[in-house]
């Protein structure tokens, strides 16, 4: 089944510590996303990419890292630098062009601690 | 910069009872309007969308209505069940600078309660 896939579901960080979260799709989809939720704030744009080896930041880039070495993978780095790591972040991915909906995976809940 | 709008942030109705929830959109080359359904802790669901060539689009108890002058487009779910209370985002395709590229720019989202 096609589908985009999220792992962890949850992950603990000691404070100081980088992680790396995954998000794969077996949808061929060029863009992905990732996007941070908190409560009340609702989804804000991390980081995206539109095709293999490039990628831009979104709105709160700072703290984190991305690469996008394969069409399937986008994996996202929260490092040290990211003051509030904690928050529920989701991956998602869709066709590229004008009119295409995203599909989102499940989510990763990271919790430093 | 282009924004997305939702209001309202949170909405408690009775069982039986409609709900609205409505955006508003800042680049009017924008043309293809998502809305998903989160439950807790998960990913979202895409639950109804629209495209600029339409003004409205209704599937069982769920419709969207899009007015493109205005730039606001709004999700109406007539008849709630308590198994409709989720967080609901919407979305516009909001062009990149000035180029042929587009992503999905999303609403802060709102909390729907609907108590039985």
């Known amino acids: 089944d096609g589908g985009i896939t999220q792992s962890p579901k949850y992950l603990f960080r000691k404070e100081g510590q980088n992680v790396t979260l995954s998000c794969e799709q077996n949808l061929n989809h060029d863009a992905m996303y990732w996007y941070r939720q908190d409560p009340g704030q609702g989804l804000r744009l991390i980081y995206y990419?539109?095709?293999?080896?490039?990628?831009q930041k979104g709105d709160i880039a700072e703290g984190y890292s991305v690469s996008r070495e394969k069409k399937e993978s986008f994996p996202l780095t929260v490092t040290s630098a990211q003051k509030n790591p904690t928050a529920f972040y989701l991956c998602?991915?869709?066709?590229?062009?004008?009119?295409?909906?995203?599909?989102f995976g499940q989510g990763t809940r990271l919790t430093v601690v | 910069g282009e924004n997305v709008e939702q209001h309202p942030s949170t909405l408690s109705v009775q069982e039986g009872d409609s709900a609205v929830i409505k955006c508003t959109y800042s680049?009017?080359?924008?043309?293809?309007f998502p809305w998903y359904k989160q439950e807790l802790g998960k990913g979202s669901q895409l639950i109804i969308d629209i495209r600029s060539n339409v003004g409205e689009k209704k599937d069982q108890r769920i419709a969207v209505t899009l007015n493109k002058t205005a730039k606001h487009f709004s999700l109406h779910i007539t008849e709630t069940q308590p198994e409709d209370s989720a967080v609901y985002f919407c979305?516009?395709?909001?062009?990149?600078?000035?180029?042929?590229?587009?992503?999905?720019?999303f609403g802060k989202g709102t909390l729907l309660t609907v108590n039985p």
């Open positions: 680049d009017s080359a924008s043309n293809y």
């Open positions: 990419s539109q095709i293999v080896n490039d990628f």
């Open positions: 979305a516009a395709s909001i062009r990149q600078g000035g180029g042929s590229n587009y992503k999905l720019t």
């Open positions: 998602a991915s869709s066709m590229t062009g004008q009119n295409t909906e995203a599909f």
